[in-house]
């Protein structure tokens, strides 16, 4: 079946690290994105990419990076620049129309 | 600057009883409007969706949308509700297909579904 797999689900990070979500999507969409949600504030969103090779800061992109070396594969680095990182963390990919979101993952700081 | 109004954060229903989501937005043109479903620990369903045409859009688990652009509106009903119909309910905009953009939707903050048997 086609679909967004994130991986972990739950992933902990000591102060100071640098973690990596992952995201992989096999709908050969072009477009990828990062959303961060907090309760009572729905989604936010961190960075975006429209090709391969190219992504665009959203509105809360301080603290994390990613990287788009393939079509299939958009993963989220918080670095320990993020100063509050805990947060539920989803990846989305759009066709023409809509976008599709994966299941999350809940970031929690030790 | 768009942007998404959900004005209920918390509504709790009878199980059977109708339903009705409030979503306001604000954009420069005809935004595409969306109402995604979410369940704890999970990512987002689509429910609906209007781009444009007949203002009364049909969705999945008979949910229903009715775009009021008079109002800036996109309200969520469902004529009788369902104990598994109690999730987080999130209204989105995003730019036209026409305008080539593919930066992002604006979501709501949510309204979450209580529902009681």
Not at chain 1, 30 to 33: G, L, P, S, T, V
Not at chain 2, 31 to 38: A, D, K
């Given at each position: 079946?086609?679909?967004?797999t994130?991986?972990p689900?739950?992933l ?5 690290q ?9 709908l050969?969409h072009?477009?990828?994105?990062w959303y961060?949600?907090?309760?009572g ?10 090709i391969?090779?190219d992504?665009?800061k ?9 990287s ?7 993963p989220?680095t918080?670095?320990s620049?993020?100063k509050n ?21 809940r970031?929690?700081?030790? | 600057?768009q942007?998404?109004?959900q ?20 954009y ?15 990512g987002l ?7 444009s045409?007949?203002?009364l859009?049909?969705?999945?688990k ?5 775009f009021?652009r ?6 969520l ?6 104990w ?10 995003g ?8 930066r992002q939707l604006?979501f709501g ?9």
């Open positions: 079946d086609g679909g967004i994130q991986s689900k739950y902990f990070r000591k102060e100071g640098n973690v990596t979500l992952s995201c992989e999507q096999n050969n072009d477009a990828m994105y961060r949600q907090d309760p504030q729905g989604l936010r969103l961190i960075y975006y990419s429209q391969v090779n992504f665009q959203g509105d809360i992109a301080e603290g994390y990076s990613v788009r070396e393939k079509k299939e594969s958009f989220l918080v670095t620049a993020q990182p805990t947060a539920f963390y989803l990846c989305a990919s759009k066709d023409r129309e809509k976008q599709h979101f994966g299941d999350g993952t970031l929690s700081i030790l | 600057a942007s998404v109004t004005p209920d954060i918390h509504i709790t229903v009878s199980e059977g009883a109708s339903l009705e989501l409030r979503c306001n937005y604000s420069g043109a005809t935004p595409y409007l969306f109402w995604y479903v979410q369940s704890p620990g999970q369903q689509l429910l609906l969706k209007y781009f045409g007949d203002t859009v049909q969705g999945i008979g949910f229903e949308a009715e009021k008079s109002q800036s509106s996109f309200n009903r469902k004529p009788s509700v369902h598994s119909d109690a999730a987080e309910y999130f209204c989105a905009v730019p036209p297909i026409s305008s080539g953009s593919a604006t903050s949510g309204t979450q579904l209580t529902v009681l048997p």
